[in-house]
């Protein structure tokens, strides 16, 4: 599935909803993917996001030494990976074998992109001060990618305790955003 490349502007498009994503993480030869759904667009241009990861899980450590991820947005299909994912830890385990996960490159993070998710976000931590208190990050995004093949993505949505829903039928409406 070739790619292309997303203008930074239309990340909020990706993130708006909420979807669970995948956060990748690695450091020193290390790698982990964790199941998220605590994250919340700030800003536009940059794009800026923030999430919560709780000092509980083994990313925590990972991102907070890298100070860089991505943020990779599985469709329904993957449901079955990213709820392994969350139920699993990676100080174990090689969470890309373990789920049939396939790592790509990145071109501006030294952290893979999950090449079976429909879009992928670079991403450099900009701000830790909410981390001590509140495990929240802020992440800037320096390079987005998405595969134009997937038009209306059915993204899942977590609605805690294990039930998910998936993104419904897509309309427009009028706006003012640009």
């Known amino acids: 599935m070739a790619k292309r490349t997303l203008p ?3 990340v909020y498009t990706l993130l708006e909803p909420g ?3 995948l956060l990748g993480t690695a450091w020193r030869g290390e790698r982990n993917l964790m199941a998220m759904s605590w994250h919340s667009m700030l800003d536009f241009e940059p794009p800026l996001l923030g999430c919560v990861v709780s000092q509980g899980n083994h990313s925590f450590s990972l991102l907070r030494k890298a100070r860089e ?4 947005i599985p469709t329904d299909e993957l449901a079955a990976q990213v709820v392994g994912c969350g139920n699993t830890t990676g100080a174990k385990m090689d969470k890309f074998a373990r789920f049939g996960l396939t790592p790509k490159p990145a071109r501006t993070v030294a952290v893979p992109l999950v090449h079976e998710c429909f879009a992928n976000l670079e991403c450099r931590v900009v701000d830790t001060r909410g981390v001590n208190k509140y495990n929240w ?3 800037e995004v ?3 990618w998405v595969d134009p093949a997937v038009k209306a993505p059915r993204t899942l949505h977590h609605r805690g ?5 998936r993104a419904g039928d897509e309309t ?4 003012r955003m640009k």
């Open 172 to 175: 427009t409406l009028p706006s």
């Open 137 to 139: 990050f802020v992440l």
């Open 69 to 72: 991820c991505v943020i990779n």
């Open 8 to 10: 930074l502007g239309k």
């Open 161 to 165: 305790h294990g039930r998910f829903m």
């Open 142 to 144: 320096t390079q987005a």
């Open 19 to 21: 979807p669970v994503v």
